[in-house]
């Protein structure tokens, strides 16, 4: 019996799985801040890295590319984009308003599990920027271990997917700042900020939650711009 015409259209499991967790494994190393603005990405030395072939490395990077977290330069080479002060103020504006309002939701529909998670998160980043010499990258995966801990609690999954592509685009521009400026860690305000979050969860406070994750945005994208880090 021949095979249906629409079979034909059905993509390999295996290939579109792996195309998936390529993705999902390279949209990390951005999101945790663990590649900077022009980083480039070998796409050989990340097919030998994760042990896949070249081909889910080509699909993923082609996402990426088309999420605008990627770029490919003129001589084919695939990087980080470099971030402009007007394209940075933009995203940082509309973190405030998205991430703001996730906190907020999050406040007010948080159970128990989610309190517990949120909790370990800050006091993991706490824990961290009391170091005598802070792990920088570790501390850019700290930091968004705990804004993605809130956020998962707003028990909304396209809210979520939409701040994880922001921050596809602002994971790399925040691992440069602690680079450079490792000191902002304890100086920042960053850790009073989680903090201040964390409260107002506790006590269901939406508004205040709110107003914690958006200076603790605020803050940090003022003291980037001002050292003069992004291009014109």
Do not use: C
């Not at 998936?20 to 999101?31: G, H, N, P």
């Not at 996402?63 to 490919?72: I, K, P, T």
């Not at 680079?179 to 902002?184: D, L, Q, V």
Request: charged share 25%.
């Amino acid at each position: 019996m021949p095979l249906a015409p629409a079979l034909n259209e059905i993509a390999p499991l295996t290939r579109q799985t792996l195309g998936d967790r390529t993705y999902a494994q390279l949209s990390e190393l951005l999101v945790s801040g663990r590649l900077a603005p022009g980083d480039r990405l070998s796409l050989r030395g990340a097919a030998e890295a994760l042990g896949v072939s070249m081909m889910p490395v080509r699909e993923a990077v082609s996402r990426l590319v088309a999420d605008g977290a990627l770029e490919v330069t003129p001589n084919r080479a695939v990087r980080v984009p470099i971030m402009t002060t007007e394209r940075f103020r933009d995203l940082a504006r509309v973190r405030i308003e998205i991430e703001g309002y996730a906190a907020e939701q999050a406040a007010l529909l948080r159970n128990d599990e989610d309190l517990a998670a949120i909790a370990r998160a800050e006091e993991a980043f706490r824990r961290e920027s009391y170091a005598e010499k802070p792990d920088a990258p570790l501390s850019v995966e700290l930091n968004k271990n705990l804004h993605f801990a809130i956020y998962e609690a707003a028990r909304s999954p396209i809210l979520v997917e939409i701040i994880r592509g922001l921050w596809l685009k602002v994971g790399p521009i925040l691992n440069l700042d602690l680079r450079a400026n490792p000191h902002r860690l304890a100086s920042g305000g960053a850790r009073e900020r989680h903090a201040a979050a964390l409260a107002a969860i506790i006590a269901r406070d939406g508004a205040a939650a709110r107003a914690a994750i958006a200076e603790d945005i605020s803050n940090a994208a003022e003291f980037i711009i001002s050292r003069g880090q992004l291009a014109d």
